[in-house]
């Protein structure tokens, strides 16, 4: 198993198993504020098993590629999504469940004006901006008990820009 990671372009096709890609793109669903906004509605949901939906404000280090992959998390008991709150791209990585464990993970670049909702349970990677700031807004569960895994690799991965 080779332990370089490519990264890919960040589309929603290619995320759909891990999650949905929040982007304005193409028409607005609707027009509204007297037709000076365009609405792109209910692009993703909140999937939480209990507690509430809150938004965070997450300020990340920037860091760079080649990026050394070491740890993955998931969080069983809600969703997550992140709105970078700047115009630079970030790194998302995730991996297939394979069990209890994380399979082999992919690297997606997200675009400028992209953000993304993890599904709940998705193994993925810590936040990972590229650029400074690392400004996110952050929509995930509010609630008791713990909501986070951590899984270690032996063999670190390496995402590199392409192949």
Not at 37 to 50: E, Q, Y
Not at 96 to 108: C, L, T, V
Not at 138 to 148: E, K, M
Request: overall charge negative.
């Amino acid at each position: 198993m080779s332990h370089l990671i490519p990264c890919e372009a960040l589309t929603p096709d290619a995320f759909a198993p891990f999650g949905d890609v929040l982007q304005a793109k193409g028409p607005a669903d609707r027009m509204i504020n007297q037709g000076m906004c365009g609405r792109f509605h209910d692009r993703a949901s909140l999937d939480f098993s209990d507690g509430r939906a809150g938004i965070s404000l997450f300020d990340a280090v920037p860091r760079s590629l080649p990026y050394k992959l070491e740890m993955v998390e998931r969080h069983p008991d809600g969703s997550q999504a992140f709105l970078p709150m700047t115009q630079n791209p970030f790194l998302v990585i995730v991996a297939p469940a394979e069990g209890d464990a994380p399979g082999k993970p992919r690297a997606f670049l997200a675009a400028p004006g992209q953000g993304i909702n993890f599904f709940r349970g998705t193994w993925h990677g810590v936040l990972t901006p590229l650029a400074a700031p690392g400004l996110f807004a952050v929509f995930d569960r509010i609630g008791d008990g713990a909501n986070l895994q951590e899984h270690w690799f032996e063999t670190p991965f390496t995402v590199v820009e392409e192949i």
